[in-house]
């Protein structure tokens, strides 16, 4: 019996190949979406899943309290974490982790390392990455000692063994390759390249750091036994803390809260602030999309069956004449609409394979190299498909089983109305999706166009930033290295800074006068900057002056500010604070100017308060107005003189406007995203449309015969056919236009500076679906009309 | 073997009804060969599928070897159709998908006979309708004739007792006729299946042994 299901099932699929094809397209389409970003869900859920103790482990972070505000960071400072350890018996294990950036050296391989972690000697126990080689207790204990990804142990030595070999840091120290370890899940949001040993930090390079309670960098991560309940010992931290730094908090006051966040949890859930973070609401929305598109094309299926189902409406009549149940008929359609979409799966399996590498690049991750990295993902995947199978098939299975055999067989069974309600309200759905979407990809794009232009309140085009970390005697020899430079043809004009817009920035405990005279702490964001900064990056002054080497004492004493200061303090006017007095850093001495905000962060958020001040100390990059004109060779040159000053380092730079706008990576990623989920719904909505309406000129083909007959145009035909459709696209635009507006209107609240959302961002939406729903039913129809009235009659 | 009392159907049109048959008393046995004649419209084919157990009458009450039919589950009455119960239609009625030798197991599929019974008694069938050349070929590869005989086939698989055949010759030239008639004859003596068929041609009419006449929905 099932083996002549199906045999039928598969000769109607051979035989209505048009609809097949759609229908299959459709359903791979929307299958290999959906398996897509099911992967990427799936691989978003998975961070830091791997290790074997991920329930047990929890990052140690730190609520800072200052007078006026509560600062939320995730690292903590070195004595906290081993002094929990040693005061709590519950803290099984602790380790520290410590990002840093190194030149390292190998013969002639020299690399700026971005992604090495200092960690303690427990790093191994805590969490699971493989080591390959080496003594997993002893491979981080001694200063110095280095654990190479294999990854790494290649660049730097090929297929040698590095086991033992000596690598040059920072041009100075000599590190001993003590272990080599398998390349670091992309799953993972620890993230690095290499590991060196914590102690190289805590005795070698920074010593005394294990004592200094108020000095922040290092996460921590501590191991809780099995089961057992975190916040029992969050709650004895407070205590703790004031045990050990309890008249520094209340001297400095500043006063540190520790929490526990649960590893897994971090990357998704935390708020806190962190170089590997997940974006849970956009994994909505990407499952929803997918979900969206997915249902299009079951929509897809069930209005083209409906549809059609008058036609096999003999059959039904037939088998139940000669003893089919009603639940046998209803059994050989499913096996039909399954067969279909397991023909799709596995299309869609192949097309998933295929697309992996280019989806992996657009969403910026290797989320995994096979379809099948994941085995168990297949039942998944199999039991989508049957699942769709199954929804697809069971309303025109259920249509068509109940047809009553006597009238199929009498042959009074005209055009069947039956379903067509469900018919229009399915292409109505698809089209409120299609419009949504094309809504959302408008706004989105309106969005990243509008940052993009937005003025930021500094010049960004035409600067090229220098790296000049760890150039040995900056502090001294900066102005003559920036002449050396400036002096290069192409080079318009440079200045030393600690850091450029759109890179991030340090803060430091500021005290400064406010209105009521009272010196006001607060944390604030601070730029070290040179002479020549605040006129290269054209940041205006609004009240008093820039820094100047005309006063002696600007490199001593000078404070700069923005307006964000001068109201966070209560003042009314910028030219209030000119005078006052602030302490900083080590550093005492009067506010001299004012400076109008400017977007040194990302316009997500609103421009926070910065001060800024001369400090030759803490410079690490170069910028450089360059002109246009032989950018190659102007490059070279550079290189050429960076080369020659410091010889230990490595040549590199970016430009100032495409770095800025790499901190909205994420959000082309999305728009890009969305913009492609948006372009497939339609195709397989319009797809869906046009078999449905070439169905129905086949059914009509008679009635449109005797119109022409009658004296109709091609025009009113034309109007005739559409007049349903376009009524359900106006619709489609009614229901949709709340919808996206509510969506959309809630997405860029995380944009600080944002667009406004206006009318016709919808009406283009709108008009766009028309045009698509025109199109598709307006050729079809079009084809109808110019029949030869007299060959659609002579067929009857 | 068939028992109609005061069998009465009507169709509901608009806020009306349209009466089709009106008090049909009729009792057929087994065995017999009956010819049901009238003219268009006047309910044959409505009868046949009370008859057949695909309508319900709207009124009266119909006993089916003795048994009283509108006590029947719906399962019971898929069972007869199963066994007991074979159709002919005038349009053919086969599934295009299926090819003539699908099609003739179908029922045997539907009542689950085994596979090897399945095969010889499709493959005695098709002998003896002489279509064993056609059995891979489409109902679309048939000329009118073959397919009917294709469609005798299907409803004798199941050697069933009686066979219900509406207009089965309506779409047939003469000879082709004459050669289906021969069949059900023969069906009828040689089987002892009892036949029932609705015709407009008297020459087929008297292959039977009884004529039915319907007009306005009555027997006369
Ligand atoms: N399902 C139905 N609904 C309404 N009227 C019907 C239906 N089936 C048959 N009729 C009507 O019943 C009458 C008898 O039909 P039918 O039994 O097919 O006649 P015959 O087979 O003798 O030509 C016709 O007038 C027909 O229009
Ligand atoms: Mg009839």
């Given amino acids: 019996m099932f083996r002549n299901y199906l045999k039928i099932a598969w000769r109607n699929i051979v035989k209505h190949r048009f609809y097949s094809a759609i229908n299959i397209f459709g359903l791979t389409v929307g299958m290999t979406c959906c398996f897509l970003i099911f992967m990427f869900v799936r691989f978003e859920l998975s961070y830091d899943t791997f290790h074997r103790k991920a329930d047990q482990i929890y990052r140690v972070s730190t609520d800072v309290k200052t007078p006026t505000e509560l600062i939320r960071a995730a690292i903590t400072s070195a004595p906290m974490g081993p002094a929990m350890k040693a005061d709590f018996p519950e803290v099984l294990n602790m380790v520290r982790v410590n990002a840093a950036s190194w030149l390292i050296q190998q013969g002639d391989n020299k690399y700026q390392e971005d992604k090495v972690l200092l960690a303690d000697s427990s790093f191994f126990d805590v969490f699971s990455f493989r080591l390959l080689k080496g003594n997993a207790a002893s491979a981080l204990r001694a200063p110095f000692s280095i654990v190479l990804t294999e990854r790494a142990a290649h660049k730097y030595f090929g297929d040698a063994d590095p086991m033992g070999k000596s690598l040059l840091i920072e041009g100075e120290y000599s590190a001993t390759v003590t272990g080599i370890m398998k390349d670091v899940p992309a799953n993972s949001q620890l993230d690095f390249d290499m590991l060196a040993s914590m102690s190289t930090l805590t005795k070698a390079l920074q010593p005394g750091i294990d004592e200094q309670w108020g000095n922040f960098g290092m996460g921590t991560y501590v191991v809780l036994p099995p089961g057992a309940d975190p916040m029992q010992l969050e709650r004895k931290l407070p205590a703790f803390m004031e045990s050990h730094i309890g008249d520094m908090m209340k001297r400095g006051s500043m006063y540190y809260t520790l929490r526990l966040e649960k590893l897994t949890d971090v990357y998704l859930h935390s708020t806190r602030e962190a170089p590997v973070k997940g974006n849970l609401s956009n994994i909505y929305i990407f499952a929803v999309v997918a979900a969206f598109i997915l249902f299009i094309a079951i929509f897809n299926f069930v209005n083209l069956a409906t549809a059609k189902a008058t036609e096999r409406a003999k059959e039904v009549g037939v088998r139940k004449s000669i003893g089919a149940f009603t639940s046998q008929l209803t059994l050989q359609f499913l096996c039909e609409t399954i067969l279909l979409s397991l023909l799709a799966f596995v299309l869609s399996l192949v097309c998933c394979q295929l697309l992996l590498p280019a989806f992996n690049a657009l969403v910026g991750k290797e989320i995994r190299t096979y379809v099948f990295d994941r085995a168990g993902d297949l039942y998944y995947f199999f039991g989508t498909a049957v699942a769709v199978g199954l929804l697809a098939g069971a309303y025109p299975a259920l249509i068509l089983a109940a047809y009553k055999p006597a009238l199929v067989l009498k042959g009074a069974f005209g055009r069947s109305d039956k379903g067509l309600s469900l018919r229009k309200c399915l292409v109505a759905i698809q089209f409120v999706t299609a419009i949504i979407l094309i809504a959302g990809v408008t706004i989105v794009y309106r969005q990243l166009a509008y940052m993009h232009q937005q003025p930021l309140g500094f010049k960004k085009e035409q600067m090229l930033v220098m790296d000049f970390t760890g150039v040995r005697n900056l502090q001294t020899s900066w102005p003559d290295m920036k002449q050396r430079i400036a002096r290069l043809p192409g080079v318009e004009r440079a200045s030393f800074s600690s850091s450029v817009p759109g890179e991030g920035q340090s803060s430091a405990y500021t005290l400064i006068e406010n209105k009521a005279g009272d010196m006001q702490p607060s944390n604030i964001n601070l730029y070290s900057v040179d002479y020549d900064f605040i006129q290269q990056y054209q940041v205006k002054v609004i009240a008093g002056r820039a820094f100047s080497p005309a006063f002696a004492s600007d490199s001593t004493a000078a404070l700069l500010v923005n307006e964000a200061v001068v109201s966070s303090l209560g003042y009314a006017q910028p030219q209030d604070i000119i005078g006052k007095r602030y302490s900083q850093w080590g550093r005492e001495g009067r506010i001299v100017g004012v400076v109008r905000n400017f977007n040194y962060r990302s316009l997500r958020a609103e421009v926070e308060p910065l001060t800024l001040r001369l400090e030759p100390r803490d410079f690490d990059v170069l910028s450089l107005n360059v002109s246009t004109a032989g950018i190659p060779a102007t490059l070279s040159a550079l290189e050429q003189a960076f080369t020659q000053l410091a010889p230990e380092r490595r040549f590199s730079y970016y430009f100032l406007d495409e770095a800025f706008d790499r901190q909205y990576r994420t959000d082309y990623r999305f728009g890009r995203l969305i913009l492609l989920a948006a372009i497939l719904a339609i195709i397989i909505a319009s797809l869906g449309l046009l078999g449905l309406i070439s169905y129905i000129v086949t059914q009509r083909t008679k009635e449109i015969g005797i119109r022409k007959v009658l004296g109709a145009s091609v025009i009113n035909l034309l109007l005739l056919l559409s007049r349903d459709f376009l009524k359900l696209v106006m619709i489609a635009m009614l229901i949709a236009t709340p919808v996206a507006w509510y969506v959309m209107h809630r997405w860029l609240q995380d944009f600080a500076y944002r667009i406004h959302i206006e009318w016709w961002m919808f009406l283009l939406a709108g008009l766009g679906a028309v045009v698509v729903a025109m199109v598709t039913v307006g050729l079809q129809s079009v084809k109808a009309a110019l029949v030869n009235p007299v060959k659609s009659l002579r067929t009857e | ?220």
């Fill in chain 2, 1 to 220: 073997m068939i028992q109609l009392k005061h069998i009465s159907k009507h169709y509901p049109v608009g806020f009306g009804k349209n009466a089709v048959l009106d008090d049909i008393d009729l009792t057929i046995h087994a065995g017999e060969f009956v010819s049901i004649m009238g003219p268009s419209g006047s309910g044959k084919s409505t009868l046949l599928h009370i008859l057949g157990l695909l309508e319900e009458p709207s009124g009266g009450e119909y006993l089916f070897e003795g048994e009283p039919v509108h006590k029947m589950s719906e399962k019971k009455r898929t069972q007869l159709h199963r066994g007991s119960i074979g159709f002919v239609f005038q349009a053919y009625h086969l599934i295009d998908e299926l090819t003539v030798y699908e099609n003739i197991e179908t029922p045997l599929l539907y009542k689950n006979v085994p596979s090897s019974e399945r095969k010889s008694r499709v493959a005695d069938v098709l002998d003896r309708f002489n279509i064993v050349a056609k059995k891979d070929l489409f109902p679309n590869q048939l000329s009118g004739g073959q397919q009917q005989l294709v469609g005798i086939a299907r409803a004798i698989v199941a050697e069933p007792r009686v066979i219900f055949a509406d207009e089965p010759t309506g779409n047939l030239h003469s000879d082709q006729a004459r050669v289906i008639m021969q069949l059900f004859k023969h069906l009828n003596e040689t089987d002892k299946i009892t036949i029932v068929q609705v015709t407009h041609s008297e020459q087929n009419a008297a292959f039977g042994h009884r004529v039915i006449e319907i007009r306005d929905g009555k027997i006369r």
